[in-house]
């Protein structure tokens, strides 16, 4: 048995990779451990319901704050990963066969924790023919049934090695935002992500406005991995050519020493000007700070997201 709280045995594939000396973060980085009274109550719930979250699994920054208020991201189809991308710190290897009963543990979990708006994300299944279409989209139908006021957002794989029925899939069970992330700039592919295709990444979020152009589409990357400011703004444009909604753009903080270094800590303003660019460019929504990640206060923004698109409807 493997033990995944051991880096070696979480990622074989980076075991005899050369270490990357991990810097310093800067004040702006650093966060409360977590801990109080309503991390413990969501932590309680998720172990009852046996279930797993990327809060945890990604060691995000920002767990001790979402789950203090009671805002978990749900990671389903199991905690191991079949792509082994340089930036990541969820387990890799050969996953366990789908838990049919999931879904509606995930469900009873976003109505026991009273969720208006619940972010569900998944490990990457290329074992799968489907790549776990159908799981996604049974887990966003037991939602619906067991909790019909919670707002729904998906956070996908790019079923790179599916056929487009995949995504069509879930794209009928109509979760309320569809995010893929695009991670980082094209150019850092092959070493960030080399198991992804970032143009098959951007047809993704293309095809699901041309499938249902109710479903807000979402996407984001990190920044600190290497790339310039030009590639920055060259993906804006691309995202908006597909028709993005909402761009989220975070710090690229290192897992350990055998992940992909961080080639430097881009400042708060430089964030700022991100954010300034990215709605000059036609984004209705655009999240972009340091500790930005992908479902960070999403509950909030989606309600802000659903605002705009109403104003721009107003205005044309």
């Known amino acids: 048995m493997r033990d995944l709280k051991m880096p070696a045995e979480r990622?074989?594939?980076?075991a005899h990779r050369p270490d990357n000396a991990q810097p310093k973060k800067p004040a702006w980085i650093r966060v409360k451990a977590p801990g109080g009274e309503g991390y413990a109550a969501t932590k309680r719930i998720m172990t009852e319901?046996?279930?797993v979250t990327?809060?945890?699994?990604?060691?995000?920054?920002?767990?001790?704050e979402c789950w203090s208020q009671g805002h978990a991201t749900m990671m389903i189809m199991g905690e191991i990963c079949t792509r082994g991308?340089?930036?990541c710190n969820v387990a890799t290897g050969r996953p366990d066969t789908l838990d049919t009963f999931e879904p509606g543990r995930v469900a009873d979990a976003v109505q026991k924790l009273g969720l208006n708006h619940v972010v569900i994300t998944s490990v990457d299944r290329d074992d799968l023919d489907d790549g776990g279409a159908e799981h996604f989209?049974?887990?966003?139908r037991a939602v619906r049934h067991r909790a019909p006021g919670t707002t729904?957002?998906?956070l996908t794989p790019d079923f790179l090695k599916c056929g487009p029925e995949a995504l069509e899939i879930v794209v009928a069970a109509k979760p309320d935002v569809f995010n893929h992330n695009l991670e980082t700039v094209p150019g850092l592919y092959p070493e960030v992500r080399p198991g992804a295709r970032y143009f098959h990444s951007l047809r993704l979020l293309q095809r699901v406005k041309e499938l249902d152009p109710s479903i807000f589409t979402k996407s984001g990357i990190m920044v600190g991995l290497g790339e310039d400011r030009q590639s920055v703004t060259q993906v804006m444009d691309d995202m908006r050519a597909a028709d993005v909604d909402f761009l989220t753009i975070g710090q690229y903080l290192q897992p350990t020493s055998k992940h992909h270094r961080v080639d430097r800590f881009v400042t708060p303003e430089e964030f700022a000007a991100y954010e300034k660019s990215a709605y000059g460019k036609g984004f209705l929504m655009v999240s972009a700070t340091p500790?930005?990640?992908?479902?960070?206060?999403?509950?909030?923004?989606f309600a802000r997201l659903r605002d705009a698109r109403q104003a721009k409807?107003?205005?044309?």
């Open 11 to 14: 990622h074989p594939e980076k």
């Open 85 to 87: 991308c340089t930036f």
């Open 313 to 316: 409807l107003a205005r044309n």
């Open 49 to 51: 319901n046996n279930l």
């Open 291 to 301: 500790l930005t990640r992908s479902s960070y206060h999403a509950g909030d923004d």
């Open 152 to 154: 729904i957002e998906i």
């Open 137 to 140: 989209a049974q887990t966003i």
């Open 54 to 64: 990327v809060c945890q699994e990604a060691g995000c920054p920002n767990v001790g």
